[in-house]
């Protein structure tokens, strides 16, 4: 799987919108782009994916560069239950099984 | 959405002692499950990933006669740490890999433990 970079905290004011980005500059053709964040002591919770189309569902959207190598994760309305580790992760799917692999991720703070 | 539980949701035990942790797909079949395992302020590590009716296949450094997995099932994967010590104190997530369409994979809530 590709690796991927991510800033490691960002911040924001409830109710504005969210931007977390990732780097994905190594992504394959046939690599998708997943969301997951992990509120603290809990288990990751998955947001979003996608391969090369912008995606949108009840909880985000997902904003994928036309080359591909980067994207932006967009909560539109922030709150404080979004506070989290943001995880950015690609793999192929589908896979044959594989676990995935998890970076650091971001951890956003929204704040009042 | 698929639900995946653990039991239990935090356990202290005394070093020497072994624990056994659950983990069911609720409402799906899951031919694999993964172990991961966590440190406070760190990422999640893949243990194992768990097949059901074949044996675990461990990462590098993980001692498989530590950390025995039991996978029986095709709902119910076990972890049971053996003879723990204070530095196996963490926090032990698993997922269920759905075998139905898109190969999605769930997690479960989490076990804390700590060794005394």
């Known amino acids: 799987d590709a690796k991927t970079t991510q800033p490691p905290s960002m911040d924001c004011a409830e109710g504005r919108a969210a931007n977390l980005p990732c780097n994905h500059s190594?992504?394959?053709?046939?690599?998708?782009v997943y969301w997951y964040r992990q509120i603290h002591s809990q288990g990751p919770q998955y947001i979003i994916h996608g391969l090369k189309n912008n995606e949108t569902n009840e909880m985000a959207s997902l904003i994928i560069t036309e080359d591909r190598k980067s994207s932006t994760l967009i909560l539109p309305h922030a709150t404080l239950r979004d506070t989290a580790v943001y995880y950015c992760i690609v793999r192929v799917i589908p896979n044959s099984g594989y676990a995935l692999n998890f970076g650091k991720g971001t951890s956003l703070l929204v704040t009042p | 959405g698929a639900v995946v539980s653990q039991h239990p949701s935090w356990v202290i035990c005394k070093s020497g002692t072994s624990v056994k942790i659950e983990c069911r797909s609720l409402d799906f079949q899951a031919t694999t499950m993964f172990w991961y395992r966590q440190f406070p302020k760190q990422s999640l590590m893949l243990m194992a990933t768990?097949?059901?009716?074949?044996?675990?296949?461990?990462e590098q450094g993980v001692e498989k006669d530590k950390f025995l997995i039991n996978h029986a099932s095709l709902t119910l994967s076990t972890l049971t740490v053996t003879s723990a010590h204070p530095e196996d104190s963490s926090f032990y997530i698993c997922?269920?890999?759905?075998?139905?369409?898109?190969?999605?994979?769930?997690f479960g809530p989490g076990t804390r433990l700590t060794v005394t």
């Open positions: 768990s097949n059901e009716g074949s044996k675990a296949t461990y």
């Open positions: 190594t992504i394959s053709g046939n690599e998708y």
């Open positions: 997922s269920a890999r759905d075998t139905r369409e898109g190969y999605e994979q769930y």
